[in-house]
């Protein structure tokens, strides 16, 4: 089965460690993004990436680092400079950007909580 | 500025039928996207909307209005696992980044 798995699915963390979240995909979709979710507001890009090796800031960059060396995955690290990272983080992909508006279909999310 | 609005929570009954607004001011607009997320779980697709008008499929229907910047999104003959959060998105023609509405809270009742 196609899909997008994001793991794991509750993460814990002590204030001042880095933290790396899995996302893969085996949809062959160009395009991943990562996004977080918290009470009451819309989703917040992070990072997107378009292509392998290349990927962009969102709105809420700041504390957070992406890499893209494969077309199926992309993982997160949440750094100790974010200051708020107790979310919900939602890892998605689509088929492309290039000039079209491609459904995103997202993973199951992963819950983190600083300590 | 950009901007979503979505009610922040309604409730309907069984078997009825709801209609969840969302209005929008955007710098462009190269489509609207509704999902449908149930609580801790992945926002699910439901329906993209470019052009004016009414989409239907199945239970769940979606309309357009650029002029206004205003969509909605029909449920019909509601069921209970229709209980979920109803997600509002926007493209805009810059960069084809999705700007999100906060969503709508459904709660159904027996």
């Known amino acids: 089965d196609g899909g997008i798995t994001q793991s794991p699915k509750y993460l814990f963390r002590k204030e001042g460690q880095n933290v790396t979240l899995s996302c893969e995909q085996n949809l062959n979709h160009d395009a991943m993004y990562w996004y977080r979710q918290d009470p009451g507001q819309g989703l917040r890009l992070i990072y997107y990436s378009q292509i392998v090796n290349d990927f962009q800031k969102g709105d809420i960059a700041e504390g957070y680092s992406v890499s893209r060396e494969k077309k199926e995955s992309f993982p997160l690290t949440v750094t100790s400079a974010q200051k708020n990272p107790t979310a919900f983080y939602l890892c998605?992909?689509?088929?492309?950007?290039?000039?079209?508006?491609?459904?995103?279909?997202f993973g199951p999310g992963t819950r983190l909580t600083v300590l | 500025g950009q901007n979503i609005d979505q009610p922040t929570e309604m409730t309907a009954t069984e078997g009825a039928i709801v209609q969840i607004n969302c209005t929008y001011q955007?710098?462009?607009?190269?489509?609207l996207f509704w999902y449908q997320q149930h609580a801790g779980e992945a926002p699910t697709f439901l329906s993209y909307?470019?052009l004016d008008g009414l989409e239907e499929k199945g239970r769940f229907s979606s309309f357009l209005s650029r002029s206004k910047g205003y969509s909605y999104l029909l449920l019909k003959e509601l069921q209970m696992k229709d209980s979920a959060s109803y997600l509002c998105?926007?493209?805009?023609?810059?960069?084809?980044?999705?700007?999100w509405g906060a969503g709508t809270k459904l709660i159904i009742k027996p």
């Open positions: 909307n470019v």
């Open positions: 998605a992909s689509s088929i492309s950007t290039g000039g079209l508006t491609d459904t995103q279909y």
């Open positions: 998105a926007v493209v805009e023609n810059s960069n084809y980044q999705l700007i």
């Open positions: 955007t710098s462009g607009f190269n489509g």
